[in-house]
C-alpha cells in the first residue's frame, strides 16, 4: 500500500470514529445543560450580533465576560438616550448570561422605566408618538422580565419585580384594564412568595393587589386572615385594607366596633383611614372609609370644618394629560 493510500485509509478510519462519537458526546452534552452543569447554549441570531467572537464565546469561558463589557456599552447608551441600542444590547447580554439576575432587571428596568419616562416627559416627538413608545417601552419591560423568569423559575426577586411593574399606579394605563393588571400584579407577588428565598413582604404586596381587583373581595379577606396569622408586625396599609374588607363582607357590624377590634386605637384608624381615602392615586378600596371616618371625627371632636372628607380629593392618574395639550 503506497504511503498516500494509507493516510487516506487512515483519515477514513478517524472520520469514522468521529461520527461514531458524535452522537454519544452531543448527549452527553445535552444532559449535562440540562443538569445545569454547562451554561446554556447560545442563541444564533447573538452568535451572529457578536461577530468573530462567537466561536471562542461559544465555549463559555468568555461569555461572562463579554456580557460585562456589553453591560458597560449599555450604561454608555443609556446615558446617551439612545433607547434602542439599549435594548439591543441587553437582549445579546441576557443570551450569554441567562442566569444572572441582574442583566433581566437592569434590561427591563431601562426600558420600563427609564426609556418610559424620556417619552413621558422629555421627548419633542409629536403627542401620539410619545404616547405610543411610552407604551411600547412599558410592555417591552414587561416581556423581557417574563423571559427573565421563564430563563431563572426558582429566582423570586425577578416574580417580585413583575409584581412591582404591574401595580405601579405611573404604568398601569400601558396595560389596558386596572383590574386585569393588579390580578396579574397579584399571582406575580404570590409566586415570588411561593418560592424559596422570597422577600419577606411579597405576599403582603399580593394582597394590596388582589384588594384592587373588582370581584375578588372575598378571596383578599382570606389572604388578610392568612397573613395576619403569621404573627408579625404589620405595617398601617394593612389594618386599613383589613378593616373595608371586612366592612364590605358584613356591613351589619357596628363600625366602631370594627374600628376597635381592627386598629390599635383609634387615632391610629383615623390616620390611617384618613390616608387611604386621600390616596386616590393607589386605588385602593374604600368600602366603609367615608364612614368611619365621620364616627372618629365626631368621637374625637374634630370640627366640621377640619374634617378630611371635606378636601378636595385628586382622580387616579389619567395618563392623557401627559401626553394631550390642555384645553
Given at each position: ?144 422580565l417574563e423571559r427573565g423568569i ?77 397573613i395576619e396569622s403569621e404573627g ?47 390616596r386616590t392615586r393607589d386605588r ?44
Amino acid at each position: 500500500m503506497t504511503q498516500g493510500k494509507r493516510y487516506a485509509v487512515l483519515g477514513l478510519a478517524i472520520l469514522a470514529a468521529g461520527g461514531l462519537r458524535m452522537p454519544f458526546e452531543r448527549q452527553i452534552t445535552d444532559d449535562l445543560h440540562q443538569a445545569g452543569l454547562l451554561p446554556p447554549k447560545l442563541e444564533q441570531r447573538t452568535g451572529e450580533k457578536i461577530g468573530q467572537t462567537f466561536s471562542a464565546v461559544s465555549l463559555g469561558g468568555l461569555r461572562t465576560l463579554v456580557a460585562t463589557f456589553l453591560n458597560l456599552r449599555a450604561f454608555t447608551f443609556f446615558t446617551e438616550q439612545r433607547w434602542g441600542e439599549v435594548g439591543d444590547t441587553f437582549e445579546m447580554i441576557v443570551d450569554l448570561a441567562p442566569r444572572t439576575r441582574y442583566y433581566w432587571d437592569t434590561g427591563s428596568w431601562h426600558q420600563a422605566y427609564n426609556a418610559a419616562s424620556h417619552f413621558l416627559y422629555e421627548s419633542e416627538l409629536p403627542p401620539l408618538r410619545r404616547k405610543a413608545n411610552w407604551r411600547a417601552s412599558i410592555l417591552r419591560g414587561r416581556e423581557f422580565l417574563e423571559r427573565g423568569i421563564r430563563n431563572n423559575p426558582d429566582d423570586p426577586i425577578l416574580k417580585h419585580r413583575l409584581g412591582t411593574l404591574l401595580s405601579d399606579p405611573n404604568k398601569i394605563a400601558a396595560f389596558g384594564n386596572p383590574g386585569e393588571a393588579y390580578e396579574k400584579a397579584y399571582e406575580a407577588y404570590m409566586a415570588a412568595a411561593d418560592t424559596p428565598g422570597s422577600l419577606s413582604f411579597s405576599k403582603r404586596f399580593a394582597l394590596y393587589s388582589l384588594a384592587r381587583v373588582p370581584g375578588r373581595e372575598k378571596d383578599a379577606l382570606e389572604l388578610i386572615i392568612e397573613i395576619e396569622s403569621e404573627g408579625g408586625k404589620l405595617p398601617p396599609t394593612f389594618y386599613g385594607l383589613s378593616y373595608t374588607l371586612k366592612y364590605h363582607e358584613d356591613r351589619s357590624r357596628s363600625i366602631l366596633a370594627l374600628i376597635d377590634s381592627t386598629f390599635p386605637s383609634r387615632p391610629a384608624a383615623y390616620e390611617t383611614l384618613s390616608s387611604q381615602w386621600q390616596r386616590t392615586r393607589d386605588r385602593f378600596p374604600l368600602f366603609g372609609v367615608a364612614e368611619a371616618i365621620a364616627l372618629l371625627e365626631s368621637d374625637m371632636k374634630i370640627p366640621s370644618v377640619e374634617s378630611v372628607l371635606k378636601e378636595d380629593l385628586q382622580p387616579p392618574m389619567d395618563i392623557e394629560d401627559y401626553f394631550m395639550p390642555k384645553k
